[in-house]
């Protein structure tokens, strides 16, 4: 009787694990261990779409005073959208990166240590050498956390084992975000593009702790990666779209030209 009511147990936890799979909008998955160098791309993530030249430059904007960027690193402790965007983006081979960032400034403070003449003469440090941008790609995130006790109702049935694994089971949530980019033209600031992504998966909440007592591993760690992931699994779906679009492109076109006062006549 004991072993067929431990056997329950673990087949519970095993349903358990099975509703923890990443759920993307795209299908594809998160590039937890991959290396991009210009084209050349190692381990690369296969559900990340490809394109077989790249499409011009992209600087990547993020606005760190809108409210999802103030939910993303001070309720979930999550970093910079940008890096991430940067790595995925590349991965994609259809856009050059041109950082506007903190390299940027590393950059120009180079250039102002050749015009004091402190660097050498080889050093090959001109004016006219920076690639302009010709694109901007700006992120945003939606967040949504659905409390889920469904499966207490269900777990407290199992016998001994059951009552405890009910509780963890009300502790789940699914846990979601939905991204959305957009792509500018900075010369004339014309919006080409926008898609939207999304990803979800759950959180066993305080299955963690009691998976992490027998495997020897954190609490903390495992509770603040799967919001991450989902981001990064919804930002790869957001890209997978804008990629399908914009091969796809057809610029609009006003009649009497762009910002010529358009069509819509006020009397």
Partial sequence: MIAKMTAIAGTSLLLLSACAQMQLGGGGKTPDSTAVAGATRQDADDGLKHCAAPLGTVSIVEDTAAPWYSILTGQYQLGSTVPVLKMLVQQSNCFVIVDRGRALNAALAERQLNESGELRKTSKMHKGQMVAADYEMSPSITFSTQNTGGASSLLAYVPVVGSALAGVAGS?????????????DTR?????????????????????????????????????????????????DSLNNLVGSVKQYKAQSVNGGLGNGGNLRVN
């Fill in 172 to 184: 789940m949530n699914t846990k979601e975000a939905s991204t959305v980019l957009t792509l500018v």
């Fill in 188 to 236: 004339s600031s014309v919006q080409l593009a926008a898609a939207t992504g999304s990803a979800s998966n759950i959180d066993f909440g305080m299955l963690a702790s009691f998976v992490t007592t027998k495997s020897g591993g954190t609490v903390g760690a495992y509770s603040n990666t799967p919001q991450g992931k989902v981001v990064v699994a919804a930002f790869t």
